[in-house]
C-alpha cells in the first residue's frame, strides 16, 4: 500500500525524525522515498537560510545519498511556493502513497511545518500522513504495537486498512480502543442510559474494526472500552499499550469528523509521545 513515500524536509530536526520513520517503512514495504524541500520566498528564513536554490538542492542530495546507501529507491526534487500548496501539488503529481512529516514539541508544530501548514496538509491531503516530532529519539522508529482509535464513524474506517497493512506486513499488534465520551453527563437514571448505549456502539465498532483487521491478515488484535476525554484517554491507551504507532481517521477538506476528528487529531498530533499517521475518508470532499 505504502509504495511511495513522501517527506517534505527542511533540515530541522523534525525533518530529520520524519525521515528515518519514512526509512523504516520503505524498508518494509520496499518503496520509493521522495525528498522534497520547498522553497517558501514569503516565510520566514531565520533557520533555513536559501540563496535560490543551492542550499536546499544541496540538502536534499544528501539525505537521498542517505536512502540510496540503504539500498532504497529514492527521487529527490526542490519547489518554490506556498509549502502546504507545494506538498500537496508534489504528492498528486507523483502517486504518493504516504506523506511523513515532522512536528516539534508537545505543544507547536515547527516553523517550516508549522501549525496551520501541518493541520492543512493533515486536513487535505487525499493520502495518509504521519507525523513524527522531533524531539523522538533518534533511532528508535518501529511499529510493533499500533494504536488504533475507532468510533465507528467514516472516519474511524478510513483508518482500518492502512492500519491492517501495516500490521500484516511487520507482524505487529494492534490495539483496538473505542473512547466512551462522558464529559458532558449527569450521574442521573438518564444518563446510565445514554453510557449504556455509547457502551453498545462502541462494542459494535470494536467489533466491526476486529473482523475487518482480522481479514486483513492481522493476527494479534487486543480491545479496550475507556471512558472520558477522547483525546487524554487515547494518550493514556498509548502509555498502557507501550505503542510505536497511532493511526487515526480525519473527515472532509473542511474540518475533521467528530470525535475524530478537529481537536481530537489536532491535539494527538501536537502531544503524542510517538508518531500518528492521520487517514482522511473518502467522502472528505464533503463540506462540513
Keep these: 500500500m505504502f509504495d511511495t513515500i513522501l517527506v ?9 525524525r520524519a525521515f528515518e520513520a519514512a526509512v523504516a517503512l ?16 514569503h516565510g520566514p528564513t531565520d533557520d533555513w537560510d536559501y540563496d535560490g536554490d543551492s542550499p536546499a538542492a544541496a540538502f536534499i542530495e544528501s539525505q537521498a545519498d542517505h536512502v540510496d546507501s540503504e539500498g532504497l529507491s529514492v527521487a ?6 506556498v509549502v502546504h500548496d507545494a506538498v500537496l501539488d508534489y504528492a498528486d503529481e507523483n502517486a ?18 508549522l501549525g496551520s501548514v501541518t493541520e492543512k496538509i493533515v486536513r487535505l491531503a487525499d493520502v495518509p500522513v504521519l507525523s513524527v516530532k522531533a524531539d523522538a529519539e533518534p533511532g ?35 490495539h483496538l480502543v473505542s473512547v466512551v465520551d462522558t464529559r458532558s453527563l449527569g450521574v442521573d437514571v438518564g444518563s446510565s442510559v445514554i453510557v449504556d448505549e455509547l ?15 482480522a481479514e486483513l491478515g492481522v493476527g494479534t488484535i487486543e480491545t479496550a472500552i475507556t471512558h472520558g476525554t477522547p483525546y487524554r484517554a487515547i494518550l493514556d491507551a498509548i502509555e498502557d499499550a ?14 475533521i469528523d467528530r470525535y475524530l476528528l478537529g481537536s481530537v487529531a489536532e491535539k494527538l498530533v501536537r502531544t503524542s509521545p510517538i508518531p500518528v499517521m492521520t487517514v482522511r475518508a473518502s467522502d472528505a470532499g464533503e463540506e462540513q
Excluded at 76 to 81: I, K, N, T, W
Excluded at 97 to 112: P, S
Aim: no cysteine; glycine share 12%; aromatic share 2%.
Design 76 to 81: 529527490s526534487a526542490v519547489r518554490e511556493g
Design 140 to 174: 528508535t522508529i518501529s511499529f510493533d504495537d499500533i494504536l488504533l482509535p475507532t468510533d465507528g464513524s467514516s472516519g474511524a474506517e478510513a483508518a482500518i486498512e492502512p492500519t491492517g497493512t501495516l500490521a500484516s506486513e511487520t507482524d505487529a499488534t494492534v
Design 8 to 16: 517534505p524536509t527542511d533540515g530541522s530536526p523534525g525533518s530529520e
Design 199 to 213: 457502551e453498545s456502539v462502541a462494542t459494535d465498532a470494536i467489533g466491526d474494526a476486529s473482523d475487518r483487521l
Design 242 to 255: 507501550d505503542a510505536d504507532l497511532v493511526v487515526i481517521g480525519t473527515h472532509g477538506r473542511t474540518g
Design 96 to 113: 504518493i502513497d504516504l506523506i511523513v512529516m515532522g512536528t516539534h514539541g508537545r505543544t507547536g508544530v515547527r516553523r517550516f511545518l
Design 26 to 41: 520503505a524498508r518494509t514495504h520496499d518503496a520509493t522515498v521522495h525528498v522534497l524541500s520547498v522553497v517558501d520566498k
